[in-house]
């Protein structure tokens, strides 16, 4: 690893040129006249990159609406597997009733009539709730299922607004490379499942975060971690990325910077519930602990194969088993690897860690890698199997779901189908993962660092030499082990990333 002096990975790069790097995209731009020229002048008009994908965000968010027009017109309101076969079921005008919103009813404080007591989302995500409510301008004399739909309408707006949000910090975390961001605003599994609940609330939050992070703004990019956190609970996973990483570089400074960042954020969100409402609070972690195995799990497989429950305790603990194993592999591969992972890398791979091992997968879940992948692994290919598997499995669920709420008619997928687009999910998550871990293991096949860059999302880490790496230290404690196959060694974070002897 290169010292700092010796470094110039600050110094501003050229706009990385997708077509010209990716035969997906160069075939894609086929549509809007063919691949960037030579001569090509990039931003210097009117439509920059990140103008360009905030415009497509909006119109891929725009098509996902216009895929729920059965529901909102009727398909919510009439039955149940009508909007199963649709396949343009949200939770959001359901819960509008369903959680005291209609009513007027404070959330976590006023307890709720039926089998859920209190509201089971996080406290942030609540807040995001209780403001559009507050939005939906509709009078309580109005039909509720104007209401609904009005509500629905109205969360529609607010997401759409965190959609671009993603976008554009995706955009801009990576300076050379702001197409990236096409990832997010062209992701089909964005367009089908950002108004099914509000994940895309959080998923933002973390977003904003990794922006800040990749700027240097440690505080900051802690801040956000804390509040993305307190809208759900995955964006706290890529703390334990950031340690390692900042282990490894001696960043302990950055480190706590932005742990005590993530305490204050959180706490100041979630104190005042627990201490007004402290039965309200907690709910959302006693309903995740007592939730039983649900949709898009392996374990809904295994039930389903052997015909055998499995005690919620006994799939709460594996679960936690698993990831504390997946977790010690990463780790493994974090401070063993010949050059140091980028934060993106292992942030994907810790969030995906959990999708595949959590006891319920809703489609939903996906826009939290959405982001992270394109960070991680900005190629078209393989994001596009990864996206057709979620797809496949958005199709799936519904049609289940149409199957098993139909009666005798049966219209929809069968249960050893559903197991099938369940399997798809499970292997495309598994495939980008392999991707992502062979690229740490063969940074040369990195597209990031294809230019040299060493971590451009890397923040205080970006060019920052090893303090502290196990694999260097065997190597120092073994100076009788036959030597390495002589060959042109590559310095990572160089500029250009040349080969020296």
């Known amino acids: ?78 039955g149940t597997s ?21 009513d007027g009813l404070i959330p ?7 089998d859920m007591q209190y509201l089971e989302y996080p406290v942030l995500t609540g807040l995001f709730m209780q403001v559009a409510s507050w939005l939906t301008l509709t009078p309580d004399s109005d039909p509720v299922q104007q209401r609904e739909q009005m509500y629905w309408m109205v969360n529609a707006g607010m997401l759409m607004i965190c959609a671009v949000i993603t976008a554009v910090c995706v955009a801009r975390t990576h300076r ?27 998923v933002a939050l973390t977003a904003a975060a990794m922006l800040m992070w990749s700027r240097g703004r440690t505080l900051a ?14 964006p706290a996973l ?57 949709y898009g799990s392996f374990w809904l497989i295994i039930t389903q194969r052997t015909g055998r429950p499995i005690d919620v305790d006994t799939v709460n603990t594996a679960s936690v088993l698993l990831m504390i194993v997946l977790c010690a592999g990463i780790t493994g591969l974090a401070l063993g690897a010949r050059h140091r992972p980028r934060f993106a890398q292992l942030a994907f791979l810790v969030v995906a860690a959990f999708v595949l091992t959590n006891k319920v997968y809703s489609p939903q879940y996906v826009l939290w890698l959405i982001p992270l992948a394109a960070l991680a692994r ?55 993962c392999a991707m ?11 597209p990031v660092r294809r230019d040299g860059s060493d971590d451009p999302s890397g923040g205080v880490l970006d060019g920052s030499p090893d303090k502290v790496s196990p694999a260097r230290i065997l190597r120092h404690q073994a100076p009788h082990a036959a030597p390495a196959v002589e060959g042109p060694r590559v310095e990572w974070g160089t500029a250009g990333g040349r080969s020296s002897g």
């Open 238 to 294: 890529l703390l334990g990325p950031l340690l390692l990483l900042c282990w490894r570089a001696g960043k302990w400074r950055e480190c706590r910077s932005a742990l005590l960042g993530a305490a204050a954020g959180w706490l100041v969100v979630n104190l005042p519930v627990m201490l007004y409402a402290p039965e309200g609070w907690k709910k959302f972690y006693t309903f995740s602990q007592e939730r039983q195995i649900d």
């Open 436 to 446: 992502v871990v062979r690229d740490i293991l063969m940074p040369e096949r990195d």
């Open 1 to 78: 690893m290169p010292s700092a002096e010796d470094t110039s990975v600050h110094q501003e790069r050229p706009v990385v040129r997708p077509t010209r790097q990716d035969e997906i995209a160069a075939a894609g731009s086929e549509l809007i006249g063919g691949p960037v020229g030579r001569w090509a002048r990039l931003g210097a008009g009117p439509l920059t990159p990140v103008r360009v994908i905030v415009l497509v965000a909006i119109g891929m968010f725009a098509l996902g609406m216009v895929q729920k027009i059965p529901c909102y017109d009727w398909a919510w309101f009439r």
């Open 221 to 234: 990019f802690g801040v956000l971690i804390g509040l993305a956190t307190a809208a759900k609970l995955y």
């Open 108 to 114: 976590y404080a006023d307890r709720l009539s039926g």
């Open 378 to 432: 900005p190629r078209w290919r393989d994001f596009l199997v990864w996206q057709a598997c979620e797809a496949a499995y958005f199709l799936g669920i519904w049609l289940y779901l149409a199957y098993t709420t139909s009666g005798d008619k049966h219209q929809g997928l069968p249960q050893e189908g559903y197991q099938v687009v369940i399997a798809l999910h499970l292997l495309g998550t598994l495939y980008l």
């Open 82 to 102: 009508s909007q199963y076969t649709h396949a343009c079921y949200s939770d959001i005008p359901h819960l509008y009733v369903g959680r005291g919103f209609a």
């Open 176 to 202: 050379s490379r702001p197409w990236d961001g096409l990832f997010v605003a062209l992701a089909p599994a964005l367009a089908l499942t950002a108004t099914i609940n509000w994940d895309l609330f959080a």
